[in-house]
């Protein structure tokens, strides 16, 4: 089975500045998807990032981008120029590319907090 | 239009009551999720629908009753709940892997508040 791991529970950044969500995994497969979601306190859960596993180069969406490392089973989120609009609960996900309902596997989040 | 909707935003009710949850979506996406998740928690997976049709039940409790009436429509039936189910009920859907489309991100609603009393 596979698993999601986020040891962080909380994570704090500066206004502006850069800060990196971890997230590490476990799994026997080669083919996969990696996710990270974001849930503010409005409590709607947005997907930030995709990462298909085959491909080698880092997903990046605007602020967001992500260090995948296969081999070492990492896929950390960096966000730059943080927002106050950032601070939100992270959950890393991960889903088999087999198997066209496959489940959404998180990892436990963590809640960033962005300081004015 | 990446919407999923959920209704109603809030809803608390009583052991013995029995309501529905209701989730709509007009992606196209021919799979849907329920999920249940406690307050700081990740969401928990209960059931899933692919076309139409139940392909995974969580061992969820026969308390929790899923309807898929179309493509479009998820709806939760709840009956003689108890307060550990107090939580906030996502609904998801995700493009069919059949469709040629490689597309494996799930679509979340906003949630439906739940509190048993």
Known sequence: AQTVTQSQPEMSVQEAETVTLSCTYDTSESDYYLFWYKQPPSRQMILVIRQEAYKQQNATENRFSVNFQKAAKSFSLKISDSQLGDAAMYFCAYRSASGANSKLTFGKGITLSVRP | ?117
């Open chain 2, 1 to 117: 239009d990446t919407e999923v909707t959920q209704t109603p935003k809030h809803l608390v009710m009583g052991m013995t009551n029995k309501k529905s949850l209701k989730c709509e979506q007009h992606m196209g996406h021919r799979a849907m999720y329920w999920y249940k998740q406690k307050a700081k928690k990740p969401p928990e997976l209960m059931f899933v629908y692919s076309y139409e049709k139940l392909s995974i039940n969580e061992s969820v409790p026969s308390r929790f009753s899923p309807e898929c009436p179309n493509s479009s429509l998820l709806n939760l039936h709840l009956h003689a709940l108890q307060p550990e189910d107090s939580a906030l009920y996502l609904c998801a859907s995700s493009q069919h892997m059949t469709s040629g489309i490689s597309s494996y991100e799930q679509y979340f609603g906003p949630g439906t508040r739940l509190t048993v009393t």
